[in-house]
């Protein structure tokens, strides 16, 4: 079955340290991937996207993101959080055929120290 | 400038009541989309119009009922409201299938 997985519910990162992000998917091609976040009472904005090509993949506000097919992963990363990252990240994940509806993990919750 | 846009913010109602939720969305994009997000956060989505067809109708209770007078907004009328539709109800818009959504800020419904 299709699905998507984001392994870790809280991470708690200091401020100025790096981020990593886990996603994994469940599907036996290569679907359209993305990540949004979610800051308190606010909607999703979208950070990046993967469609083809170049598998690391530049956002908005500083995140990347690789993908890697043989681990069936698309992780996001950011060299140095600020406070102001801390929100909910979910991964989401358009599968073929689905008439581009989006499958999202169980989000990740971000905590900036500072 | 707001590119998708919902109201109300927030809907407090009664069980039994029926209520709408709007949206609109002023990107020039064909395909509008619902999405619940229940109180674990967990987005699933409901229904989606490309084109003002509808594309996508998820398990949905038929006491939902999408509609789309023109491509530019997709509304949400639900009818009979339960306690379990307590949630924040998201709109969201893509160029066309294939694309990337953008979303709405949501509406928090509550059932009382």
């Known amino acids: 079955a299709q699905s998507v997985t984001q392994p870790d519910i809280h991470i708690t990162v200091s401020e100025g340290a790096s981020l990593e992000l886990r996603c994994n998917y469940s599907y036996g091609a290569t679907p359209y991937l993305f990540w949004y976040v979610q800051s308190p009472g606010q909607g999703l904005q979208l950070l990046l996207k993967?469609?083809?090509?170049?598998?690391l993949v530049q956002g908005i506000k500083g995140f990347e993101a690789e993908f890697k097919r043989s681990q069936s992963s698309f992780n996001l990363r950011k060299p140095s959080v600020h406070w102001s990252d801390a929100a909910e990240y979910f991964c989401?994940?358009?599968?073929?055929?689905?008439?581009?509806?989006?499958?999202f993990g169980t989000g990740t919750q971000l905590k900036v120290e500072l | 400038d707001t590119a998708v846009s919902q109201t109300p913010k927030y809907l407090v109602t009664q069980m039994g009541n029926d209520k709408s939720i709007k949206c609109e969305q002023n990107?020039?994009?064909?395909?509008m989309y619902w999405y619940k997000q229940d109180s674990k956060k967990f987005l699933k989505i409901m229904f989606s119009y490309n084109n003002k067809e509808l594309i996508i109708n998820e398990t949905v209770p038929n006491r939902f009922s999408p509609k789309s007078p023109d491509k530019a907004h997709l509304n949400l009328h639900i009818n009979s409201l339960e306690l379990g539709d307590s949630a924040v109800y998201f709109c969201a818009s893509s160029q066309g299938l294939g694309y990337e959504q953008y979303f709405g800020p949501g509406t928090r419904l509550t059932v009382t």
């Open positions: 993967y469609f083809s090509g170049d598998t």
């Open positions: 990107l020039g994009h064909d395909t």
């Open positions: 989401a994940v358009r599968f073929t055929g689905g008439g581009n509806k989006l499958t």
